[in-house]
Nanobody
Framework: VQLQASGGGLVQAGGSLRLACAPS????????MGWYRQGPGNQREFVAR???????IYGDSMNDRFTISRDNAKNTVYLQADNLKPEDSAVYYC???????????????WGQGTLVTVSS
């Protein structure tokens, strides 16, 4: 299974982006899916997580400008980022707990990341 994140890019401060992440490969089901970010010189930071049933958890100070959602029919998780600030510049990674066809084992996968750059 590979997770493919998309939607990053260059945006001016105050702008918005919508990130998307979807898996490819064989799997039975997607459990929790989430977003993390890592800015230059920083540790990876938790942004948001959503369960298969739609329950959401946000990192500290993340829920005022970030909204996580998912489309189970499309096996896709989204991150809507609004009123972006230069300090939001980071590589945004998606993560998913995947139920694999091999004895229904649940494995955690990470995408390759998508770069968000916010100019002032």
């Amino acid at each position: 299974v590979q997770l493919q994140a998309s939607g990053g890019g260059l945006v001016q401060a105050g702008g918005s982006l919508r990130l998307a992440c979807a898996p490819s490969g064989a799997f039975v089901r997607l459990n929790d899916m989430g977003w993390y970010r890592q800015g230059p010189g920083n540790q990876r930071e938790f942004v948001a997580r959503i369960s298969s049933g739609g329950s959401k958890i946000y990192g500290d100070s993340m829920n005022d400008r970030f909204t996580i959602s998912r489309d189970n029919a499309k096996n896709t998780v989204y991150l809507q980022a609004d009123n972006l600030k230069p300090e939001d510049s980071a590589v945004y990674y998606c993560s998913a707990d995947v139920v694999t066809p091999y004895q229904m084992t649940v494995l955690n996968y990470w995408g390759q990341g998508t770069l968000v750059t916010v100019s002032s």
